[in-house]
């Protein structure tokens, strides 16, 4: 494909469910936070002059005064709230969008679909084209995010059509998208696939997601022909392609100029300083092999007990989409097998294993990060992990090794310069993190300048630029 360059003049309107701030409620006040995950991170790469951000802030509003300083927070990042009623969004977000596209986007099967949280995704994406629709002006490049809004770039086209603009619109992936068979597994797969083709655009993490999406639009959807990386549907040919999603290398690899993480990090190098520190970044998340990663790390310790009172593996679980009955169950399992491993394995003067189920500041994310001979990621199917990344551009003095599943969409880029492993096979996960741990001064060099390399190359300000230049580029 093509390379183009977005135009400076165009106007970006980004579209995704998740803003980058949340907004909680603590005690009658509304706060807002950072978001975190992968979608929010790779967009703070965008350096388009002009763009505005709409989405979800995370729940209902209805005080007038609570409502304007949410927006004024919003507004300040470039940001504004598409606000929905709490009934609605829940039945969109942990209903349609997290109980059924979620898993099924992961290669899991069996999904049992809910009309009413079918309704509800509907009516948002409803919302989110009226909304968009009547923001954008003529010209505008329109970026959509993620599986929350598959009908969105359908009913875009249509009102924007109508209301006579011509705004180019493409479509981001952040997730895996699973192999055709699986995709049919969602009763109303098809209309999915026909509202991303409403898209001038799609861009996927890895060759393999694009693969399986092309797929599924031949075996799936009547009338469409697929040739090369283009979907020909509808009398429009919708293109398709791989965009590698990134990270601002720069403000992790610099953090440590900071005052507050250098201090951390003094602080933190000193608590460890006989130990070789592991670290593990996640939302808790059942794609992530959470209860794989205590499993394989339950077995290295057994396998390697002179190693017990060496090492401590610090486990950094974020919380994460708490209403769905699959993650509540995931913690408690979480909780139970830390408890079963600490109970085994800790002293009056040392635990190997350090849980923390809570959201930390990036001072101390980077201070971790950095402090690290090891980062162990054992997702399940991840669409990319963005952590491996974090880590990468955090250790360029220690040069760490990383140890990736390789189910992760990082695994296809980051294969020279990782240990890659199975997290189903708990043992293939020990002898990893063994041979990461035991790993000489030499090879751990080289492997890291792979893997610098490749983060230093692929960073989210790339990313943006490339596919909003392929964007641009349509509009000609
Ligand atoms: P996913 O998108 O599935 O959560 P990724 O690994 O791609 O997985 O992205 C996770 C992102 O969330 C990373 O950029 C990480 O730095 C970020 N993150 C983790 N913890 C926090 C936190 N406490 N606050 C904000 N962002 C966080
Ligand atoms: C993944 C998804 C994003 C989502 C993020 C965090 O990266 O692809 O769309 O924003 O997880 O999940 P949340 O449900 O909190 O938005």
Redesign the pocket.
Known sequence: MASGNASSKQRVIIASNRLPLSVKENNGTYET??????????LRGLQAADYLWLGWPGIEVNDKSARESVNASLAKENAAAVWLDQKLATDHYNGFSNAILWPSLHYQSGVVMDDNAWEAYQRVNEIFADEVSNKAKDGDLIWVHDYHLFLLPRLLRKRLQAQNKRCPIGFSL?TPFTVDDFWRGVPVHDQLLEGVLGSDIIGFHTDEYKKNFLGACDTLLDGTRVENDQIHYDNRVVETGKFIVG?DYRKFADASGDHEVLSRIKELETLYKDKQVIIG???M?Y??GLPEKLDGFRIFLEEHPDMANKVVLIQ?A?P?REDVKEYQDLEAQVSKLVGQISGKHATPHHSPLLYIHR????AE?AALYSISDACL?TSRR???????S?YVACQEARQGVLVLSEFTGAATFLKPGSLLFNPSNTHSLSDALYKALTMDKEERRRNYEELRNFVTTNTSAKWTETFLGELGRLKN
């Open positions: 936070t950072p978001s975190s995950g992968g979608l929010v991170s790779a952040h990270i970044v996640d939302r998340d794609t992530k950094i974020v994460s959201s930390v500041s990036f994310l990621l991840d669409g990319m992990n963005l952590v491996a974090e």
